[in-house]
DNA sequence: TTTGACATTGGAGTTAACTCCAAGCTTTAT
DNA sequence: ATAAAGCTTGGAGTTAACTCCAATGTCAAA
């Protein structure tokens, strides 16, 4: 078990963040020791990272709290309503996929253009490169 | 030539916004009519669709800044620092595909767990799809 | 045993990115 | 000619997601 100052460090959090998602029903500590500290077990590190992860692809946290929800089991009820739920989650995705390959496209581009490359630097700027590569992908 | 309130429509966000980019240097208005009011062009509209696909994403008005900002010409003397720079987005740019594939890998198991097919339901979560691809991917 | 690093809570302050408002000017429709 | 819709500016207000602070409690080391 982690106390919230080793949890934080790992994860290069602040406590402060740590608090914060547990007071926005994100993530609550495991456990508490008899003094009233907070213990983390090895679950709540890698819900940690989820929620990072998550955040640095543009989820909310309220979105991440969606997420995390999800969840199949015997005992529910609305399985067509998870199911939905998450198929659209996996189109928020892929939309996103998308969107990230067209700026590598064009960041390559960009690379293989400047000095480096034999071909002349066509492209002047991310906008010019990135309507390049639309192009080549609605084609 | 499009104004304020036309261009907002097309992009289905406020005129309000569209200042506040003004104000912090993410798009001025391509010109002004004699009356004052701000005229777009259609560069300015692909402008606006870059800078709400990268929000989209994940990255801050502060780093779209800098993407915008991203720019090969001859008059450049510093084309080394330019490629760089263009070099550490893109491999920011690759790890947020990274997660996002994670992401949908335990989103499609999830979405294939689900009642539908013919699988047992054995990943009650999210988080435990997403540790399966994470084994996965690594293998 | 006391110093220092760590933890607790509640609450205030900050930053980014809007969002709204008031007072006033312009243009289009009746 | 007047109302409605759209534009201008400056500035205030809001929301999410922290971030900091004060007062206090805990614990290991010197």
Sequence with gaps: MYRIG??????SVS???????????LL?????????????????????????RAKAVGFSLKEISGLLSIKIDKASH?????KS???????????????LACFKGSLELL????CGGEEEATHCSILSALENVDAIISK
């Design 6 to 11: 080793e949890l934080a460090q790992k994860l």
């Design 28 to 52: 609550a500590a495991t456990s508490r020791a008899d003094n009233g500290y907070r213990l983390y077990n090895e679950g709540a590190l890698r819900i940690m990272q989820f929620i990072i």
């Design 15 to 25: 406590t402060d963040t740590l608090r914060y998602y547990e007071k926005h029903k």
């Design 78 to 82: 609305s399985c067509a309503e998870v």
């Design 85 to 99: 739920f998450t198929e659209q989650k996996l189109s928020q995705v892929n939309n996103k996929i998308a969107e």
């Design 111 to 114: 690379v293989a253009a400047c």
